[in-house]
């Protein structure tokens, strides 16, 4: 199996376990060991089945609405928040050619089986979609502040079109 180096958001509960953010939120998800992608559907989410992860570990389109404005990475539930994870992913066979041919860019209803492709919603930063990842370590803020440093990522500009939209719905909803 050919794979390659991604990032993904977690929630970390109290004792330390990994949780997928939305679909599967009730399953934690193990360091170490390769996770199998399963299909998923739900009425509040686009069908995209496989583990999805990022090229970089930042994704301002999850972040919430800070006090002082800006944006940071908030848990949903007591106690818990949320966390970057580096992960594993398969990446055996390319997908990407196959996808870009569908009119959603995406598969709806398989997942990538022994491989990956990129997706791009909207917009909004690329991600893979993969049929398996394993997850090698859970990032402190500074390691990641770190890769994004050397990336040259600027995540708080990254966020100003996010702060901006929540910014106007708190205006609407006032």
């Known amino acids: 199996m050919k794979t390659k180096i991604g990032y993904k958001l977690f929630e970390q509960d109290t004792k330390g376990n990994l949780y997928p953010l939305f679909l599967d939120n009730n399953t934690a998800y193990p360091i170490g060991e390769w996770i199998n992608a399963e299909i998923h559907y739900s009425n509040k989410f686009a069908p995209r089945p496989g583990l999805h992860c990022g090229v970089i570990p930042s994704a301002p389109w999850l972040m919430s609405y800070g006090d002082n404005g800006n944006g940071y990475y908030k848990g949903r539930r007591k106690?818990?928040?949320?966390?970057?994870?580096?992960?594993?992913?398969?990446?055996?066979?390319?997908?990407?050619?196959?996808?870009?041919?569908?009119?959603?860019?995406?598969?709806?209803?398989?997942?990538?089986?022994?491989?990956?492709?990129?997706?791009?919603?909207?917009?909004?930063?690329?991600?893979?979609?993969?049929?398996?990842?394993?997850?090698?370590?859970?990032?402190?803020?500074?390691?990641?502040?770190?890769?994004?440093?050397?990336?040259?990522?600027d995540e708080k500009e990254a966020w100003l079109p996010y702060k901006s939209a929540l910014e106007k719905r708190k205006r609407i909803a006032v």
Request: neutral net charge.
């Open 79 to 153: 106690g818990w928040h949320r966390v970057w994870a580096e992960v594993e992913y398969n990446c055996t066979i390319d997908y990407n050619a196959e996808v870009s041919k569908l009119q959603k860019k995406c598969f709806v209803d398989k997942i990538p089986e022994n491989g990956w492709y990129f997706f791009k919603e909207y917009g909004k930063a690329t991600w893979i979609i993969t049929d398996r990842i394993k997850i090698r370590r859970v990032l402190t803020e500074e390691e990641r502040q770190e890769i994004l440093s050397w990336i040259q990522y």
